[in-house]
């Protein structure tokens, strides 16, 4: 299913024609957080050395998850030796504890070893091959013609590495691998002597089910090759209140970790890389806490990332409410990084490092009610931060850099027809939008990324009402913006400012006093243009700290109590511009609170 293979930029707003990054041979080791879990009295314990017909104590422990799941009363903790444990679809519906044993590191793997092959011309061939998997759960919109069998969950590697899946024997090469269900052979491509080759049998890991798994926590653990249909994870929450805590979860075929209908789950301190469509996917999550985790590399299948049926993302959160996403990083992955859609409400997006995503950094659509603030958003190809047919956001304190546009506001023709939503303010309409002490910042590289002029599209700020009836203007969707500093390191690059939708067409400002003039905001703003950087130490080395002498300390307007309170600062008195802050505050989920 996977492709490592070069991939083409195709961006919703711009059109960049730089040269494509190619991911082959490039994954990262994995590595599982050390953790130091301490263990209750009765804990029910699971080794490689062990046996299901043990009592599951310490000398005497059990041998699969499976067998510690069946014997474990509501409430216990299932404690795990060191080791791999190669199985998988398991669903409870008790509250338990899963952890590894202090210091040690546990992986659970939904692969088996295979070791009979044999030569068939220039490939390998291992039969019987009987596991069949579900490839019609995905939406035929959502696949890339470019990519078509992103939507099968069949995954082999080789010493750790992804194979590319092919559709008959005729297109393979080294690096592929095909599946033959009509006569049960799995053929490779790469010779499998002395190499350790490992396929997916199972479609998940673990799966806790109904209210009455309540209160379960998965911390500490590494799961890995789950052949996860499209509205599955590798982990799974379909109750309330769920812990995931200091996992690495990688290489699923669909989801890394799902969420539905969780109240006040808490996902904190994972990594979740090189999943086939998403790391996290969450729906009807009220309360949903995610906490310095990591989303990387996420959208290995290539799904498609604009249209009706796209998903892939870093993580990808619907119709919840009550959110904090705080301290995490979203970076590298094909698609979006954070993507908040249908109806999400009341979401505090605070210190996040959005960074090198396909797609945007930072997605808020059909939403309402949201305090971004103190975010760094970098190198994004295309909006660093996009706003569309969302309404009450609150924009504060960002660090915007080098995105193909760094803050894009747009609306559309679709409007929220649930009564009981719009009562709400959950209008899916543009409105009282906020800007206040953010910096756009644009240097000469992102210039590089084009061979052509820079253009209306690729502004630093960037508001357009698409095909509304009647067509907004941008004042009446951006409420306020001012105190916001802007720079080019070429003034022509790119050539408009601000691009700044009126109900009869575009308006280009190539300059701040131009907008400042046509329009009464940014009165208090910042421009700064063909200079060197007055605002950051080091960007070229991704150092974003003020300068001590920086045009940006002390110019910010005070925080409201809203904002102030999400990000921890005092409400009454003026800040610097963007993320970082004299107080120490920061961004990459190294802040205090």
């Avoid at 409870?92 to 068939?120: C, D, M, R, Y």
């Avoid at 009126?502 to 003039?517: D, I, M, N, T, V």
């Avoid at 109590?561 to 005092?570: C, E």
């Amino acid at each position: 299913m996977f492709a490592p293979v070069c991939w083409s930029i195709a961006v919703m707003l711009v059109s960049l024609l730089g040269t494509p990054a190619c991911l082959a041979g490039n994954f990262e080791a994995l590595t599982v957080p050390d953790t130091n879990y301490a263990i209750p009295t009765g804990a029910v314990f699971v080794a490689t050395t062990g046996d299901d017909r043990h009592s599951g104590t310490q000398t005497s422990p059990l041998r699969t998850v499976g067998a510690a799941i069946r014997a474990a009363r509501p409430g216990d903790t299932i404690v795990l030796r060191a080791g791999t444990y190669r199985e998988g679809d398991y669903a409870f519906s008790k509250p338990l504890t899963l952890q590894p044993f202090p210091h040690e590191t546990v992986w659970i793997k939904g692969s088996q070893k295979i070791t009979a092959w044999a030569p068939a011309g220039a490939y390998w061939c291992h039969t019987p091959w009987k596991h069949e998997f579900d490839s019609q759960t995905h939406d035929p919109g959502a696949i890339d013609p470019k990519f078509p069998h992103a939507g099968k969950p069949e995954m082999v590697f080789v010493d750790g590495q992804p194979l590319t899946q092919v559709g008959s024997l005729d297109e393979m090469t080294d690096h592929t691998f095909y599946v033959d269900d009509a006569t049960d052979t799995l053929t490779i491509g790469l010779d499998p002597t002395d190499r350790l080759v490992e396929a997916a049998v199972h479609q998940q890991a673990l799966r806790s089910v109904t209210a009455q798994a309540s209160g379960t926590k998965i911390r500490g653990l590494g799961f890995m090759h789950y052949a996860t249909p499209r509205l599955a994870g590798t982990l799974q929450a379909d109750g309330n209140q769920t812990t995931f805590e200091n996992n690495t979860v990688a290489w699923g075929a669909s989801r890394g970790l799902a969420l539905y209908h969780t109240p006040h789950a808490v996902v904190t301190g994972n990594t979740l890389i090189y999943h086939g469509l998403m790391g996290l996917g969450a729906h009807r999550c009220p309360g949903l806490v995610l906490r310095k985790n990591r989303f990387a590399a996420n959208n290995q299948a290539r799904f498609v990332q604009d249209g009706p049926a796209a998903e892939a993302s870093g993580a990808k959160i619907t119709a919840s409410g009550n959110l904090h996403i705080r301290g995490n990083i979203f970076e590298d992955n094909l698609a979006t990084g954070l993507w908040l859609d249908l109806s999400v409400h009341d979401a505090t997006i605070v210190g996040n490092t959005a960074r090198h995503n396909k797609n945007f950094g930072i997605f808020c659509e059909l939403s309402a009610r949201a305090i971004l603030v103190g975010n760094i958003v970098l190198g994004n190809q295309d909006a660093g931060i996009a706003l569309s047919n969302a309404a009450h956001i609150q924009v504060y304190n960002n660090t915007l850099a080098d995105n193909a546009i760094n803050l894009a506001v747009f609306d559309d023709a679709r409007v929220n027809t649930d009564p009981a939503q719009v009562a709400q303010g959950i209008t899916w309409i543009t409105s009282h939008v906020t800007l206040r002490n953010n910096i756009f910042s644009h240097t000469k590289n992102i210039c590089g990324r084009s061979s052509e002029p820079a253009a209306a599209d690729r502004a630093l700020l960037y508001v357009r009402d698409f095909n509304s009836t009647p067509r907004q203007a941008a004042d009446t969707m951006i409420h306020a913006a001012d105190c916001n500093a802007y720079y080019r390191e070429l003034s022509h690059c790119p050539s408009v400012l601000i691009a700044w939708g009126r109900s009869h067409g575009q308006q280009a400002f190539k300059k701040l006093a131009e907008f400042q003039a046509g329009t009464g905001l940014e009165q208090r703003g910042l421009g700064s243009d063909d200079i060197p950087n007055p605002f950051f130490h080091d960007p070229s080395q991704g150092d974003y700290r003020l300068l001590e002498n920086s045009p940006a300390r002390g110019a910010g307007a005070a925080l409201p109590a809203d904002v102030a309170s999400a990000w921890g600062l005092p409400h009454d008195v003026p800040v610097d511009l963007g993320a970082w802050q004299s107080s120490g505050r920061e961004a990459h989920g190294h802040d205090s609170n």
